[in-house]
């Protein structure tokens, strides 16, 4: 089956360090990828997106190559902020099906 | 403003009830979503519309009714059958299916049994 599987939090990071959250996949075809953020109190929000194999997506300073020979998807910034603190998804999504979501990755971003 | 919106946000359901969701978007999209929400468990869709007068279950339709009547509208009826409810339910829709890349998401309803 289509699904995603992504680093397990929370996470807990000082201002304006690196990050990292990990997601994987596991689809039959061709997947697009995403990656929605949900900030507190609020519905998920889409982030960024990569439709082919070695596409980069980014979008305010995050970042994710779609890497088909390792089936990964991670999730990069090069400085967090505490307005960055919120919950991530790994998403993936094969020709016109439904979107299927990871379990989500709670940041926590301290000043 | 476009966008979605979900009421209420916080519901409390007695044993043996039924309560509706509301959930209204005037994006003019045709596609409408709802989504389950579980800690460590992400999202998994109940039910999905492509289009007025239909819908189709998603994984975890049972417990679970829908209806279509209207495009901005896609209400989402949870009954006596679904044994554990409490739940965070998000609705979320996209211009149509093969353009449903970019899902718009409302802010979600608290559902807890009392």
């Known amino acids: 089956g289509n699904s995603v599987t992504q680093m397990e939090g929370p996470v807990t990071l000082s201002e304006e360090a690196f990050l990292t959250i990990n997601c994987t996949y596991t689809a039959t075809g061709y997947p697009s990828l995403f990656w929605y953020v949900q900030y507190p109190g609020e519905g998920l929000q889409l982030l960024l997106k990569a439709t082919k194999a070695d596409d980069k997506g980014s979008n305010k300073g995050f970042e994710a190559t779609y890497r088909k020979e390792t089936t990964s998807f991670h999730l990069e910034k090069g400085s967090v902020q505490v307005s960055d603190s919120a919950v991530y998804f790994c998403?993936?999504?094969?020709?016109?099906?439904?979107?299927?979501f990871g379990a989500g990755t709670r940041l926590t971003v301290k000043p | 403003d476009g966008g979605i919106t979900q009421s209420p946000k916080y519901l409390f359901r007695k044993e043996g009830q039924n309560v509706t969701l509301s959930c209204e978007q005037n994006l003019n999209h045709d596609a409408m979503y709802w989504y389950r929400q579980d800690p460590g468990q992400g999202l998994r869709l109940i039910y999905y519309s492509q289009i007025v007068n239909d819908f189709q279950k998603g994984d975890i339709a049972e417990g679970y009714s829908v209806s279509r009547e209207k495009k901005e509208s896609f209400p989402l009826t949870v009954t006596s059958a679904q044994k554990n409810p409490t739940a965070f339910y998000l609705c979320?829709?996209?211009?149509?299916?093969?353009?449903?890349?970019?899902?718009?998401f409302g802010s979600g309803t608290q559902l807890s049994v009392l």
């Open positions: 979320a829709s996209s211009i149509d299916m093969i353009r449903g890349e970019k899902l718009f």
């Open positions: 998403a993936l999504r094969v020709n016109n099906n439904d979107m299927r």
